[in-house]
């Protein structure tokens, strides 16, 4: 009789226990530590599920530890934004209300405009309220108004552009070649007043424009008055969202 051949049995693989003990460890850990915090304060368990939809998600997978709580980055640098926005535009809205009830104090109204949007704080002074007619030297009826204004500003940490404007009705004497000329003068001069009253010369610039950025029609008296302006803008730091822009408005 021939010899029986043997049989050997065959092994199957059981490599694939090791990382799926290691998983059913992993999630045995997860629930003891998920519940364990969900009997203290179930906040922090919500919190902390969350985190982990996100890394499982395949979100952001660092988080941080901020006292008690574990916030995404993400969230976190994205709240951060958001609230320094906030602020900005509450401080800029404060001073914007201020300088409204200094121009009406003042009489000024229908010659100085004050607006706030997303892009900043401006104030549009007519230059009939600033110097004489062909002139860039600062009347002194207006300075305690400019000082006012001045001061407000100091509570805002942000540059600060003025810009000169003038009306069509070319201008050539002593002092003035152009139009230009007397918008940068005019501009230099109030740059140095609100620096002499506080203002850092650091976050302060000036623009001439003369008569080629036209807000009105210079084909009217009416028009020419209002383009013959020197613009006091307030840049912001932090861009504001939608809604912020519609809680800021405009004052003539």
């Not at 704080?121 to 009939?128: G, Y």
């Not at 807000?215 to 006091?232: F, H, L, S």
């Amino acid at each position: 009789m021939g010899k029986k051949k043997k049989h050997h049995d065959e092994h199957v693989d059981e490599a694939w226990l090791l990382p799926y003990s290691d998983l059913l460890t992993l999630l045995l850990a997860l629930f003891i530590v998920m519940f364990a915090m969900g009997q203290t304060d179930k906040a922090k368990l919500e919190q902390v599920s969350k985190s982990f939809q996100t890394i499982f998600a395949g979100g952001s997978g660092v988080t941080t530890q901020s006292g008690n709580a574990i916030v995404s980055n993400e969230n976190a640098g994205s709240s951060s934004k958001m609230s320094n926005a906030q602020i900005e535009t509450d401080k800029m809205e404060s001073v914007k209300k201020q300088l409204e009830k200094e121009i009406q104090d003042k009489g000024y109204s229908d010659k100085v405009n004050v607006q706030l949007d997303k892009e900043g704080l401006e104030i549009s002074i007519q230059s009939t309220v600033l110097f004489n007619s062909g002139d860039a030297t600062i009347v002194n009826g207006v300075t305690p108004m400019l000082n006012d204004v001045s001061k407000m500003l100091l509570n805002l940490n942000n540059n600060v552009r003025i810009a000169g404007h003038t009306d069509n009705i070319p201008i050539s004497n002593a002092k003035f070649r152009s139009n230009w000329d007397l918008s940068a003068m005019r501009a230099v001069n109030v740059l140095n007043f609100m620096v002499n009253a506080g203002m850092n010369p650091n976050k302060i610039s000036t623009q001439a424009y003369g008569e080629y950025q036209p807000k009105y029609d210079n084909a009217t008296e009416e028009g020419r008055a209002k383009n013959r302006r020197v613009e006091i803008f307030v840049i912001r730091n932090f861009p504001a969202t939608t809604a912020e822009d519609k809680n800021t408005g405009s004052t003539n």
